[in-house]
Structure formats: structure tokens, C-alpha cells
């Protein structure tokens, strides 16, 4: 029999419109008994079920991260109870014996055993940080979005310069569009006074780059894109702002965040509002790494060991932790990531390696913000962290050699 945990608490079942809470009572002969009672998801009904959940000396509560529906129950309870937020994986109940009732009962029992893990919530005010900063992300995704119909539309007028310049809307390239846009019929109009810098380089290739003509369908599907483009930068601006200002309290943490190599400002505001500050919520530095989703996973069954891909965790963490090894790699102020990103990249390949690189930054901030320290470089070279090649096996080390042209004869054995 499993030890009892919780003697009295909750198990909620959350739906858009109700929730169903079963509250589950265990005495000293180990039985149980169960309340169950539907509330209704206004604000009223809500207040009620923490009223009711009082009322029954019930302070635990246990239910499941359903959609954005499990926000407001928790906002009304987090005052009053200790609540734990769990992944559906974990209080999946068994189907064809679904309802309700049964639902909220099955995840009270499995948190009256203490079996169920709990998912990291942050504060209030970080929470509030990582709606904002999610918020941004969207607004990215469709700024790139309309560059990349902006860039349809130039391929089909026929108008290249993609194949010319690194950043179709960069300086230059832009005031050639604008051009372009203005003057649709204008196709032998000097474009030098446009150029800036290296671009001086290229005249030859733009001129033909640029011999195309552009329609008055398509260019008013740019000039919609374009302006577009500049109100979402306008949002993304007052975003960050926001953002930034209710970060204040947290100065001292963005700071360390930032003085790891290849994070900037708005990169240490994205890992803060996805972490925290306070590092003590997580076991360990390889805990939060499992959670961000940038560690390999445990697949094993009779002695054979299966993929060990990364989870999807991590949804909006991971792509900025990936941004910033890539940049960190490339940051010859610091040259150990880079090196490190070599040796793994030989053996493991380009995807893998710059994981890896973001498991390293992610474990370095752990212990940053833990110890309340800058990121120190020199820790590195006292410890002689010289990065290399560590072969796991002698299978492996035999390949490596063959891999560099080394031709490999095996000795007999000197029993």
C-alpha cells in the first residue's frame, strides 16, 4: 500500500465553462472518503470553491493543465491553497472509464500518494514577464512571415536581389524597393546613389538582380507587407518596453544572465521570464536542463538503450537558447564554447552540437544566478577546461583514427 501524502486534498477536473473538484479525505485506518462537487468557472464560482475547499480543511490541491482554462482557478486559489499544476501525461486516467466526476476522484487519489509531479510555475510578476515576452515572439513570427511574402512577391516580378545581397532589407536593398515601388515602369534608373558600403561591390549583379518588372497586384501586396512590418516593429518596441520595465525588480539577475557570452539584453529577458531568479525551485542544473528541454532523454528497456532525442519541452526557451550558443560559438573573446562546439560537431553533427552548447550556457546560468556571480571566464582556463575529443568507446576512438587517415593494425594479444 502507498504511503499517504495528503490526507485531505483535492483533485480538480477543468473545463472551459465548469470545473469539478473531488475532495479526498483519509483518516487514521487509511480510508478514504470522497466529496465531489461542480463549480461553475465565473469568478463567483470560483470564489466559492476556495470558500467550500476551506470550509473542508482541504489546502492541496491537484489539478490538470488544461489549455489556458487552468489560469483563472489558479489566480483564485493561489492565496489559500498549495497547489500543484500537473502535465496531462501524468493524471491521464484510463480510457473508456472517463467521466467527470471519475477524472477529478483519479487525480485526487494519485495526489493523496504524492505521484504526481508538479509543473514550475513562477511568480506572479515573472509570469506577467513571460506573457509579454511570449507575446513578442508572435509578433516576430509574423514580422518574418511578411518579409517572407514581401520576398514571394519580388521572386515572381522577377526581381532577384536575394541572390545578391545577404539581407534583402537591409539599407541598400530597401531603398531599391522603395524605388521600384514607386516607379514600377522605371527599369534603367540609376541605382548607385542607393548603395552603401560593400555593396558599392556588387553594381554589376544588381543591375541584373533588379531587371524585372513589378506589377500593380504586387506591388500593392508589398506596400501592405512593408507597412505592416513597420507597425509590428512599432509593437515589438512597446513590448520590450513593457517588458523591461516590469523586469526592474529583477536588474541584479538580468545582469548576471548577461554576462554570459552570446546573450544580450532581450535574450536575458526571455531566460528570466521562462526561469526565474530563483533557481532553488529546481533539484538540480541537469533538472532544469530536462525541463528546458535541451538534455537527451532515458529510453531503455531490456538492456538496450533507444533514441535519446530531446523532448519538446522548452517551446519558447529553446530557440533562444539555440540563438544565443550560436552566437556564443561565434564570440572570439571566449573561445572555449567554440572549441567545445568543434570536438562535438566531428562526431555528433552540427544539430547536436549546438545543444549541447545550449546545455552548457543553460547549466552555466543555473549556477550563476545559484551563487549570485558574474559569468567568470577564467574559471575555465584554472580548471584547464581544454576541450578535445573524448572517445566513449574502443570502437569509437578506432573510427575517429580512420576518420582523420590513420591506418589502424591490431596487435596480438602479449599473454
Not at 465548469?18 to 479526498?24: G, K, L
Not at 512571415?145 to 521572386?155: F, Y
Not at 532544469?288 to 523532448?311: E, F, H, M, T, Y
Request: hydrophobic fraction near 40%; aromatic fraction near 8%; charge should be positive.
Amino acid at each position: 500500500m502507498f504511503k499517504i501524502v495528503y490526507p485531505i486534498c483535492c483533485g480538480i477536473d477543468v473545463h472551459k465553462t465548469f470545473v469539478v473538484a473531488t475532495i479526498a479525505a483519509t483518516d487514521q485506518k487509511n480510508i478514504t472518503t470522497y466529496k465531489t462537487k461542480r463549480f461553475s468557472t465565473f469568478t463567483k464560482g470560483l470564489m466559492a470553491m476556495a470558500l467550500w475547499l476551506q470550509d473542508n480543511q482541504c489546502a492541496d490541491v491537484c489539478m490538470e493543465s488544461t489549455g489556458k482554462y487552468w489560469i483563472p482557478v489558479y489566480n483564485i486559489l493561489e492565496p489559500s491553497c498549495r497547489i500543484t499544476l500537473a502535465h496531462p501525461k501524468y493524471v491521464k486516467a484510463i480510457r473508456g472509464k472517463k467521466t467527470d466526476k471519475k477524472d477529478s476522484v483519479w487525480i485526487a487519489d494519485l495526489h493523496k500518494h504524492g505521484l504526481v509531479p508538479g509543473s514550475f510555475i513562477p511568480p506572479a510578476d515573472i509570469r506577467a514577464i513571460r506573457d509579454l515576452m511570449r507575446y513578442r515572439s508572435k509578433l516576430v513570427s509574423f514580422k518574418s512571415s511578411e518579409k517572407n511574402r514581401v520576398q514571394d512577391s519580388l521572386t515572381v516580378s522577377n526581381i532577384m536581389l536575394s541572390s545578391v545581397v545577404s539581407d534583402t532589407f537591409g539599407k541598400s536593398s530597401s531603398a531599391i524597393i522603395q524605388h521600384l515601388l514607386k516607379h514600377p515602369g522605371d527599369r534603367d534608373f540609376d541605382f548607385r546613389p542607393l548603395l552603401h558600403g560593400s555593396m558599392l561591390k556588387k553594381q554589376d549583379d544588381i543591375a541584373l538582380a533588379i531587371d524585372g518588372a513589378i506589377d500593380e497586384v504586387q506591388a500593392g501586396k508589398i506596400a501592405l507587407c512593408l507597412n505592416h512590418i513597420d507597425s509590428l516593429k512599432c509593437y515589438i518596441a512597446r513590448v520590450e518596453a513593457m517588458a523591461m520595465q516590469l523586469a526592474a525588480p529583477y536588474s541584479g539577475a538580468m545582469r548576471i544572465i548577461e554576462s554570459e557570452p552570446g546573450i544580450d539584453q532581450i535574450s536575458a529577458l526571455v531566460v528570466l521570464s521562462e526561469i526565474g531568479a530563483d533557481m532553488s525551485v529546481f533539484h538540480s542544473d541537469k533538472h532544469l536542463c530536462s525541463w528546458a528541454g535541451v538534455a537527451p532523454s532515458n529510453d531503455q528497456s531490456a538492456g538496450k538503450k533507444k533514441s535519446v532525442r530531446i523532448s519538446h519541452a522548452g517551446a519558447y526557451l529553446k530557440p533562444v537558447l539555440v540563438q544565443c550558443a550560436v552566437a556564443a560559438i561565434r564570440d572570439k573573446s571566449f573561445p572555449h564554447y567554440r572549441a567545445r562546439y568543434e570536438a562535438i560537431k566531428l562526431r555528433r553533427g552540427h544539430k547536436r552540437a549546438i545543444i549541447a552548447i545550449a546545455r552548457m550556457m543553460l547549466t552555466a546560468i543555473y549556477h550563476m544566478l545559484s551563487n549570485g556571480e558574474l559569468f567568470n571566464p577564467v574559471l575555465y582556463e584554472q580548471a584547464n577546461c581544454k576541450p578535445g575529443f573524448v572517445a566513449s568507446t574502443e570502437e569509437h576512438a578506432v573510427k575517429l583514427l580512420q576518420r582523420l587517415g590513420y591506418s589502424i593494425v591490431k596487435l596480438p594479444d602479449c599473454a
